[in-house]
């Protein structure tokens, strides 16, 4: 028994086909939309690249980039079908193309509905790339005079101002670092002299962090040297009292933004999957229609489509027995041609005198 059978006549499957060209050109739209998401993430992602720690990132943005390109050429090419439909004449050079059209239509929205899924599974994936990403480049920021790194301090003070974040965890990341370069340092002062000497790697470690991270909306001026040291301010508790540094972490900052955005994006294209599908369903049944028409001379008589053509039990009991026989078959030749090679050897022949 057939799938989703329908019964049509003329004016159903003209219906059909004129609702099936207007979806087609949303689809259409929709595929601009997917493209123009994909193209946003990869520039909002190559902003902040020097923070990444490798181009794994980029592997939803390409991925939306390519399904959105698909969706128009698959679409533009559904909705030209669906007008030349209602003309039989036009419709006989198309027929060869459908089966394989809606394959391929197939095969697209299982990578569209894949493409949704990734987009909220890549969360821990770009955790530990903004984790190392940060963490080396939190490591040049002091190096403002070397090629290569020297924008790097710029690039961290505006992440820190922009997301209201400081360090990777958290402001006491900056402790473990020298984020002060060697240029700004008065090596004759006894207090630098001794912090490089109690450090085993002689870097010069402050319990301070950068301008950056101070909250202007704090009443107290910034306390960003001595953080830790309650006797070098006034009326200042470093346990208890609030300080006036942001407290989260660019990683959690930024993991937030980013997994906010493709989580909203993997709706969208969710809700473009579903619709992609309720296009080439619609699209089978006029395929269908259009075939099972008795006299193809009198476009006027009744016709049944369906979605398949046996139920789906069966159609995946005829597909495996298909597979099966491919398979046979390859051995079979496989076998054949090896017998044929044994046969090409010309045996030894030992003469005895």
Excluded at 55 to 75: K, R, T
Aim: charged share 20%; with cysteine; proline share 3%.
């Amino acid at each position: 028994m057939a799938l989703l059978k329908v019964k049509f006549n003329q004016k159903k499957r003209v219906k059909l086909a004129q609702g099936l060209w207007l979806m087609n050109w949303f689809s259409v739209f929709a595929g601009i939309l997917v493209f123009s998401m994909g193209l946003f993430l990869k520039i909002e992602l190559r902003k902040r690249s020097e923070v990444m720690d490798n181009s794994e990132s980029h592997f939803v943005p390409n991925s939306l980039i390519l399904m959105g390109i698909l969706s128009c050429a698959f679409n533009g090419f559904a909705g030209k079908i669906c007008y030349d439909s209602l003309d039989p004449a036009k419709f006989v050079k198309w027929k060869p193309l459908l089966k394989p059209y809606l394959a391929l239509c197939f095969l697209f929205n299982i990578l569209l509905f894949f493409v949704a899924l990734i987009c909220f599974l890549m969360r821990g994936s770009l955790e530990s790339t903004l984790a190392q990403g940060l963490k080396n480049g939190m490591k040049f920021y002091r190096d403002t005079d070397t090629p290569g790194r020297c924008f790097m301090k710029k690039t961290i003070d505006m992440l820190q101002i922009e997301f209201k974040c400081c360090g990777n965890n958290g402001f006491k990341d900056w402790f473990e670092i020298q984020w002060i370069s060697n240029r700004y340092l008065d090596f004759s002062s006894k207090e630098v002299k001794d912090r490089i000497k109690s450090n085993v790697d002689g870097r010069y470690l402050v319990d301070g962090v950068p301008f950056s991270c101070c909250n202007p909306s704090s009443p107290r001026p910034c306390i960003q040297y001595q953080v830790t040291n309650n006797s070098a301010h006034y009326s200042y508790d470093y346990q208890t009292e609030e300080l006036n540094l942001w407290r989260r972490g660019c990683r959690e900052a930024l993991l937030h933004y980013y997994s906010s955005m493709m989580s909203s994006m993997g709706v969208v294209v969710l809700l473009v999957w579903l619709f992609e599908m309720s296009v080439m369903v619609g699209l089978r049944l006029l395929h269908t229609s259009l075939e099972s028409i008795a006299n193809p001379e009198d476009p006027e008589c009744e016709s049944e489509g369906w979605i398949l053509e046996n139920s789906l039990k069966d159609t995946l009991k005829s597909a495996l027995e298909n597979l099966k026989k491919i398979g046979k078959f390859n051995q079979v030749e496989a076998d054949g041609e090896g017998a044929r090679e044994e046969g090409g050897k010309t045996p030894a022949i030992t003469t005895v005198s």
